[in-house]
Nanobody, 121 residues
Framework: QEKLVESGGGLVQPGGSLRLSCAASGSIFSINVMSWYRQGPGKERESVARIDSGGATDYSDSVKGRFIISRNNAANTVYLQMNSLKFEDTAVYYC???????????????WGQGTQVTVSS
């Protein structure tokens, strides 16, 4: 069964850095876009960053210049390097992959279980 597993969350002080990883496993033939979302306390889930299979990236204005998304296509893994972290970056971070299980299959969105990132002094 296809699944995404995030890791790398934790507690960090303002101005610090964390690196999140998300590995896709199971019967995956190909992955199109891989993304990171987050949901802060009392807030709706929001898009943070996305990267397509060719490496093109897009960021939300709130993280642009501080976060870097990257991926390893061979390992079906996406990363999120988070620098200059702020209190408002506190959230559960989720990864998502738009993937298919075979060349004839349709693309579906798969989600990880989330990893907590807390920015606190």
């Amino acid at each position: 069964q296809e699944k995404l597993v995030e890791s790398g969350g934790g507690l960090v002080q303002p101005g610090g850095s964390l690196r999140l990883s998300c590995a896709a496993s199971g019967s995956i033939f190909s992955i199109n876009v891989m993304s990171w979302y987050r949901q802060g306390p009392g807030k709706e889930r929001e898009s943070v960053a996305r990267i397509d299979s060719g490496g093109a990236t897009d960021y939300s204005d709130s993280v642009k210049g501080r976060f870097i998304i990257s991926r390893n296509n061979a390992a079906n893994t996406v990363y999120l390097q988070m620098n200059s972290l702020k209190f408002e970056d506190t959230a559960v971070y989720y990864c998502s992959a738009n993937a298919r299980r075979a060349w004839y299959d349709v693309f579906r969105n798969y989600w990880g279980q989330g990893t907590q990132v807390t920015v606190s002094s």
